[in-house]
């Protein structure tokens, strides 16, 4: 009887705890472009950083929401299954626009270098941007590693563009 009352009890909770999210290529894609939105805001945050330490608060929020996306898709691409070839496709198309827009928040980074020193952020930026690219570079193996190919060489030719970017910013900030 208490085996049967624990049962009821777990039966219930679970279907408390509403469905379980699918994770395949369309939830990846989407996690992609999440990413995209959320680097697009931190660039422009960057860009208009005039190394005010208030507006710095905003940068570091932006840093923590491009994390959190990151550690998203990761989670989510770990999960999915291998791509079909038009998933493939449009995953690779995806990373390859996000991978210009994080070279150029990269550079941007690399731009306001003197505006963190003077702001006393800059081993602060330097950890984020360490962090980022432990992120990055292992979204872009789990991408590479569920992608078709032909799309696998796209893939690892967009990060290794942005691994060079990461380079660069974190050789600024050292």
Do not use: H
């Not at 085996?3 to 999210?21: E, K, N, R």
């Not at 550690?71 to 198309?93: K, V, W, Y």
């Not at 967009?158 to 050292?174: L, N, R, W």
């Amino acid at each position: 009887m208490l085996c049967q009352s624990l049962l009821v009890a777990a039966l219930g909770l679970l279907a408390q705890a509403g469905p379980i999210s699918r994770r395949d290529a369309a939830t990846v894609l989407t996690d992609l472009q999440t990413i995209y939105t959320d680097v697009s805001t931190l660039k422009t945050d960057l860009s208009n950083w005039t190394g005010d330490l208030l507006a710095a608060l905003g940068i570091v929020s932006d840093y923590n929401t491009v994390k959190s996306a990151l550690d998203t898709a990761i989670t989510d691409t770990t999960a999915a299954s291998t791509f079909s070839t038009s998933e493939s496709s449009s995953i690779t198309s995806e990373v390859s626009t996000l991978s210009v827009l994080i070279v150029a928040t990269l550079n941007e980074i690399i731009a306001k270098q003197s505006t963190a020193a003077s702001a006393g952020v800059s081993s602060t930026l330097l950890s984020y941007v360490e962090t980022l690219k432990t992120e990055t570079d292992e979204l872009g193996a789990d991408l590479e590693a569920k992608a078709t190919s032909t799309d696998q060489t796209t893939i690892a030719s967009a990060i290794a563009s942005v691994d060079a970017a990461f380079a660069s910013a974190i050789a600024a900030y050292e």
